[in-house]
């Protein structure tokens, strides 16, 4: 009995270190060390029929306000250098994601920085395709959501604009042990996600 206590333990284990290990490489996939004084961060939603954010949604707007650089943003004009952008359509005719998350980060959060809405997307290669025109002037751009889905933005954001992809730099939006009982289903659920991506994508050259 106790050996069979102890192998589960063990297999326990290796399945969260596995899929917290899947989730710090991919937050650090196909993400450089940009340096500027003007800073994009992209967060992108996650489907939310209801009228207010849902706990997805919620997650990714403070992961989002989080990343924002203190040091670039006291260094624009007003203290206002990084614009967050929050991008995502209506989801089953009820309001558009990105709409939701910018209530969310201003009125429960307290955010009063630069905020840019793309509120047309249905998927995350809309998602990307509509938020080039607001990031086309950034040195630096931070995209924002679960690791393994901000990587296939990025992934997205490399086959549509190169150059834009060289700006992208890491988000905030992995912490060892931050949905800890959760990364095992993150992880499966991001092997699946990015099962289309290039090699080069998911695991490109040093």
């Known amino acids: 009995m106790r050996s069979t206590v102890r192998w589960a333990a063990l297999t326990g284990a290796a399945v969260l270190v596995s899929a917290e ?9 196909l993400v450089g060390n940009r340096a500027g004084d003007r800073e994009a961060v992209v967060v992108l939603g996650y489907r939310n029929p209801q009228p207010a954010a849902n706990r997805v ?3 990714r707007v403070r992961a ?9 943003d006291a260094a ?7 614009r967050v952008i929050f991008s995502g359509g ?4 009820g309001p558009a994601e990105a709409r939701l998350m910018a209530d969310y980060a201003r009125s429960e ?3 009063d920085g630069r905020v840019q809405i793309e509120d047309r997307s249905a998927s995350t290669w809309e998602n990307v395709t509509h938020v080039i025109p607001l990031i086309e002037d950034a040195d630096r751009i931070k995209i ?3 690791p393994a889905h901000a990587l296939k933005a990025r992934a997205y954001l490399r086959r549509q604009r190169p150059d834009l992809a060289e700006r992208l730099v890491r988000a905030d939006d992995y912490r060892p042990g931050e949905w800890l009982l959760l990364k095992p289903l993150l992880a499966v659920y991001g092997l699946w996600a990015l099962r289309r991506l290039r090699a080069d994508e998911r695991n490109p050259p040093r």
């Open 76 to 82: 624009g004009a007003g203290g206002r250098a990084t």
């Open 21 to 29: 290990w899947l989730n710090w490489r991919w937050s650090r996939t």
């Open 109 to 111: 959060l307290g955010f």
């Open 90 to 93: 209506p989801t089953s005719g």
């Open 57 to 59: 949604n919620r997650w």
């Open 64 to 72: 989002g306000l989080r990343s924002v650089d203190v040091d670039v």
């Open 144 to 146: 924002v959501s679960q």
